[in-house]
Each structure stands twice: as C-alpha cells, then as structure tokens.
C-alpha cells in the first residue's frame, strides 16, 4: 500500500514532464478536478453552516466560531475571534454584486476557481484523501504556473465540497498559513447565531458599488492573469484590488508623508506590505502593495505604477 | 493605591499585554509608565519578557530598544480622529464622526482602532528598510532571502509536502513580538540598527486591514480574508473617561 502510494506520488512528475506543453488541465485527472471545483463552488455560494476553525500564521495560532447562511440573496457570515482580545466580524455580501466579475456575473465566493481562466495560471492535482473535522476530504493542489503567485492547498469535504481546509504555500514548498476546521455542523442556521453576540462587533458589507471606472494610476506591468476588480478613493489617494481569481493584491498610492519615506517590505503570515515611493510631476507619493503573493513581485507592481494621467 | 500595589497592576497589565488580552486603557497605561520611566523595573520587565517570547519563538533575540514605548505612545496620542482628516472637524459635536464625509470603509481604523493596531502590527517582521533618505534614486537591493515567514521552522523541498507546524498559541492580537527584524544594508554591508517609526508600524496596520476587508469582499477566498485581517472591536463603546480612572483595570 505505501509503496503504491509512495510510487505514485514519484511518478506523478515524470508523468507531467511527459505530458509538459499540454495546455489548460496538466493535471492527472481534468474531469474529476473540474467537477470538485465546481462542487465547490456551488458548496460554499449555497451551503449554512457553523463551525470552529483554527488559523495559523508566522508562528501564531487563532481560533475562530464561524457562522454562515445564504437567505435572501445575501450571504451573512459571523466570525468569532475565540483568542487575543474579544473581536466579531458580522459581514452581509449580496449575491447580486458585481466585485469580482463587474458585467459578467453575481459575486460567487470561490468563484475564481471555476473560471476557465484559472487553468491557464494554475495546475491542479489530486492528492488523495483526509480526514479533517472529523469529515472525509478530497485533498486538491493548486499550484501556480509562474512566480507571480502563492499555490494553495485545499481539503474539499467530500460530501459538500465546502473546502475545511486551506493551506497556503510558499515556492520553496514551505506553509505560509493554514486556515483549518476543527468542527463543522452543516444545516440551517438560526438568525440568532448570525447575530453579533456584542454591540462592539464591526460590521462589513458590499452595498457601497464597485468602481472600475480609471482613476489616477495605472500599472504599466501587471503580472499574467491579475484582473483590477475595484477602484476606492482614499482621503489622501488611491486604492486599486486586483485578483487572478484565487489571489489578491491591493495597491495604496497615498500623498507623500514624510514619516513614511521608506521603501521595503514588511511581512505578517503569508501578506506581503512593499513600500515604495513614486514621483509624478511636481509631488511625490507613497505606492505600498500589499497582497498574499511573493513579495518580489509585490515590489515589481510597486515599481510599475505609473500615473494614468496627467495632474 | 499604594505604590507597591499600583506597580503590581502595572506589572499584570504588562501581562495582559504580552497575552494580548490588555485593553485599550491598560495598553496606555503600561506605555505611559513606561515613558515615565524608561529604565524602571516595568520597563525592564518588558524587555526580558520580550526576551523570553522571541526565544520561544526562535526568532533572532533582539532587545527593545528604550524609547519605543514612548514613540508609540506619541502615536497613539497622535492619532485623534480630528486630525484623521485635515481640516475637518471643528463643525460638528464631540460625539459625531467628523470624518463623516469619508467614505465609510475609512472610518473603522481611526483612533478607535488604534490600541489594537498598535498590537496588532507588533507581529510584523519588518524586515528590510534600506533606510534612504527620501528623493534618493537608488533602490535599496532586496534580499533575496527576505520571504514570507512560513509556519514550520524548516524549509520544505518543493513538491507535495505539509509539514508539522511549530505554532504558539497566542492571539495574532497579542503583542508578543515587537521585534523588529531588521537585515543589513546591502549596499554598505553594515548592520543598521532602526526601529521602524511607529507611523509606519500604523500605516502598515492599516493598509493590512484594508486589503483584507477588500480581499473577503471579492470573495474568491470565502472566509480566510477575515481571518488574516484579525479585527479589533472598535473601541466606540468604551467610556472616554475610563482614561481618568485611577485604578487598576479588572482582569477578564
């Protein structure tokens, strides 16, 4: 049995260089992995649930109750943070907004991975199976096609396909963070339980629209696959998101401060803060990228912003 | 309150800050006496204790530097909600927002926010700051070892392999590793020993925070966004006056 496996896993790379150059599915199975994104998908867009979940960074560890139902178009979700000091999260996402794919579609969580798209950036393997939460699970590797971007490794339960676990992996192969079940009771959540359980609790929403409409600053290199999904206005600048559909980076070009004339990276778990200043004109600004992607990268975007428009 | 019983409840509040269960009026007070008193007992106590975490965290000991608790005190005192936009403020009453024309996802990380932002980015690695003077052209060389920290203590090869992790449980809350890491500049081959300003430690905060709240609204990675976020409360409810209190904050 071990030697079945262990041989399976050794082969596996000999099997891909075999069938290197095959474009979009480079993976063992494109079926069965089409059909788990799919799963998932549909899993976390439709599915009520609470559980505990345990998040792992640089060394720390958190704990976190989690609670989540889909009614009336909207997506409520609930977290509790169970250490550090008492926070709660309480967030309604309407299914209607148009963030991810402005035109195209409703926000769907996990949508990225079942856009075609992602093939062309990511392969996907199957790795056999786990148990996590005390639930059976599929394990699915993503991992990136170029060094633009973080692979992920999933745990879809395989029942639902809600994914309890999710690991996010560095390019030596290194875990920068893992976000993991420990319990999981699928079915109907009350309205209670959605409910913050202290007046202190922040509230998140996306009822405020997404812009995309070019603001100052456009990027004159983008790494293969990165989409702009939203535009804010800062009170002393500019914020742009951008995602290939499973990562996210954010762009801060802010008014010069002073106190902020530094130019470097700064790291918390798997996200990345590059900072770098940025001359246009007369006046001079403080670009930080911050992202959950290789901060090489991040300082190459930080370096490409370039202003879009004349002052 | 005595002094021997006051330096007590400082000294339990200096644990609750390590524990990251220190309120927003306990982080005050242990930064105020601290500034008061750089080389007494307290502040000396929060250096061996930053110490003792670092080793158990196998990061690379690095003593704090004396002052830093008074450069983020000034931060914190700095950073009022009416100078959060210039300008604004002086038209409406103490209890309004006066940076209510910002747009709304602004406001969470004023100065309500500030307490926890201070122990919240304390968990950065920052790692390299090159330290040039601003309008000088040159880029400070990145190091090509500078990466994310992963969560196990040895690099995996490539390929399918989770490793066990190495993890402490504490809060991502608690500020148990002010430490600053700080790289040689390449340039020079000289060790520079900064501390990251505290502005910087808040900007860095911020900016965090605002790329996780953005990344859960997009939605392609359901949960996990809030969770790297680790939000603090807003400290909206809290009694302004508790500040004038004088006595020892209750422990949870």
């Not at chain 1, 109750?65 to 979700?77: C, F, I, Q, W, Y």
């Not at chain 1, 879809?156 to 319990?183: C, H, I, N, W």
């Not at chain 2, 040689?184 to 900064?194: H, L, N, T």
């Not at chain 2, 400290?235 to 209750?250: C, L, R, S, V």
Request: charge should be negative.
């Amino acid at each position: 049995m071990i030697r079945s496996v262990l041989s399976r896993y050794l082969w596996a790379p000999v099997f891909l260089l075999t069938v290197a150059g095959a474009p979009a599915h480079s993976t063992e199975d494109p079926e069965r992995v089409d059909e788990l994104l799919k799963r998932l998908g549909s899993a976390v867009s439709s599915l009520d649930y609470e559980g505990l979940v345990t998040f792992e960074h640089a060394g720390m560890l958190d704990t976190l109750r989690v609670v989540r139902a889909v009614k009336d178009g909207a997506l409520h979700e609930r977290i509790h943070y169970m250490s550090g000091s008492p926070r709660e999260v309480v967030s309604t996402l309407s299914l209607a907004n148009h963030c991810l794919a402005p035109g195209s579609g409703p926000l769907m969580m996990w949508s990225g991975v079942t856009d075609p798209r992602i093939h062309a950036l990511y392969d996907f393997y199957l790795r056999g199976q786990a148990r996590i939460a005390d639930r059976d699970t599929v394990v699915l590797e993503v991992r990136p096609k170029d060094n633009d971007r973080f692979g992920v490794v999933l745990n879809l339960d395989a029942e639902t396909g809600l994914p309890l676990k999710s690991v996010l992996v560095g390019a030596d192969g290194g875990m920068l963070e893992r976000y993991q079940f420990v319990d999981l009771k699928l079915g109907a959540v009350s309205s209670e339980a959605l409910s913050p359980e202290t007046a202190a609790a922040r509230h998140v929403d996306n009822s405020s629209e997404c812009t995309l409409e070019a603001g100052r600053w456009a990027l004159k290199w983008t790494p293969a696959g990165y989409r702009k999904i939203s535009r804010k206005q800062l009170p002393d600048g500019e914020m742009m998101v951008f995602t290939d559909g499973l990562a996210v980076f954010s762009i801060f070009v802010q008014s010069y401060r002073p106190e902020l004339a530094f130019r470097g990276r700064a790291f918390r778990g798997a996200t990345v803060a590059y900072m770098g200043l940025l001359q246009a004109g007369a006046k001079r600004y403080n670009v930080t990228v911050v992202g959950e992607i290789p901060d090489n990268t991040a300082k190459k975007l930080a370096d490409s912003v370039v202003p879009s428009r004349p002052e | 309150m005595t002094r021997g019983n006051e330096q007590e409840s400082l000294f339990e509040s200096l644990s609750a800050l390590m524990d990251g269960e220190a309120s927003e009026f306990e982080v005050r007070r242990v930064l105020k006496a601290m500034v008061d008193d750089p080389d007494g007992e307290l502040a000396q106590r929060w250096s061996r204790m930053q110490l003792a975490s670092g080793a158990m965290a196998r990061d690379a000991v690095c003593r704090v530097p004396a002052g830093l608790a008074g450069s983020i005190s000034a931060a914190i005192a700095e950073e009022a909600p009416d100078t959060g936009a210039a300008g604004r403020g002086a038209s409406s009453g103490p209890s309004d927002n006066p940076a209510s024309n910002d747009p709304t996802w602004w406001r969470p990380f004023g100065r309500g926010a500030v307490a926890a932002a201070v122990a919240f980015v304390a968990i950065l690695g920052v790692r390299e700051f090159g330290g040039q003077p601003a309008g000088t052209s040159d880029l400070a060389a990145a190091p090509a070892s500078a990466v994310q920290q992963t969560v196990q203590s040895t690099p995996q090869p490539t390929g399918f392999a989770i490793p066990t992790p190495t993890a402490r449980l504490v809060s991502a809350g608690a500020p148990a590793i002010l430490q600053p890491r700080i790289v040689p500049d390449q340039s020079a081959g000289v060790v520079q020993r900064r501390t990251p300003p505290p502005e910087l430690m808040l900007h860095l905060n911020r900016v965090m925070a605002q790329h996780a709240e953005q990344s859960a609204l997009t939605g392609t990675q359901g949960l996990l966004p809030y969770a790297r976020a680790g939000y603090s409360a807003p400290e909206a409810n809290k009694a302004p006056q508790q500040e004038q209190e004088d006595k020892a904050p209750e422990r949870r």
